[in-house]
């Protein structure tokens, strides 16, 4: 019977949440311990632990059809690539945020991209640097690091870095400034974005209905309350993205009915306090686990 192959970080910052979102979607797996690769045992989809590094040239070379990996990573590959064929982000995941910057050294005058014209960028992700620069114009000298690329400044190797930072400690304690914004990245699943061969195809499909369902539990709450039926429009226009609230009479109460509905954003307090507000009493905020439109 044919199978599908994920690759994900084996360890590192996006190993724990890759797996827990494969765990959601209902997959176990046979795990070897310090092996690269776990049977999947109820569902036909194997996994392959490797470094992030390796995921999007795995995918193009066709050894697993899917892989998590961070768009920082999967872009610098596809500039890497010229457009990189055979590589194509399916779903963007909500873990892995960070964003790369460029930073000066705190006492440097160059406030942005702008003042980078000839300057030496020392960074990890060479080409991803390079294109999103020379959108704005800006040719810089890029100084190509396997990593440590915060301590470049200090050696006088480079004058600012492109790095990945999510809360500024690391530059804070090297003493750089972060100057500019170049990309925003998350964690993503990718393909292949060509068809799958016929066995495969429906696996795919089988599959990402349900991340799509994780993803969308995962911002949904389901709402219950009470309200006088005079109220119901207001209601719904505070439930947050609230779509055919179903209404249910309550027994004795003709003027007041139960609402239930699936909110597809956030619930938060200042919600509950306009629904009470509103007349609304008896209301309940519910995870919601899984969801399959
Ligand atoms: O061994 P392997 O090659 O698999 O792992 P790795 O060391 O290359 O990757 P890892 O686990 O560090 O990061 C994997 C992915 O997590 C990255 O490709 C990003 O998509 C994402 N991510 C999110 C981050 C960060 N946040 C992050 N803060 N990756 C790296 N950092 C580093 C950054 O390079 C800098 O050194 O953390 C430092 C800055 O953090 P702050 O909090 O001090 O700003
Ligand atoms: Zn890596």
Redesign the pocket.
Known sequence: MSRLRVAI??????SEKSLALLQSCGLRFARSKDKLFWYGKDFPVDLLLV???DIPRMIMGGVCELGIV?E??ANEVMLDRNGGTGLSSLRKLDF???RLSLAVPESSGISGADGLDGKRVATTYPALTRELLSRQGIEARIVELAGSV?IAPGLGTADAIA?????????RANHLKEVEVLFE?T?ALYGTGQALPEDKQPLLDRLLARIDGVLQAQESKYVMLHAPRAALERIAEILPGAEHPTLMELEGTPDRVAVHAVCREGVFWEHLEALKGAGASAILVLPVEKMLA
């Open positions: 970080q084996k360890s590192g910052r996006l470094r992030d590094d961070g920082n990573v892995g945020h960070c915060e790095d990945l930072v999510s809360t500024g400690t690391t530059l990245s964690a």
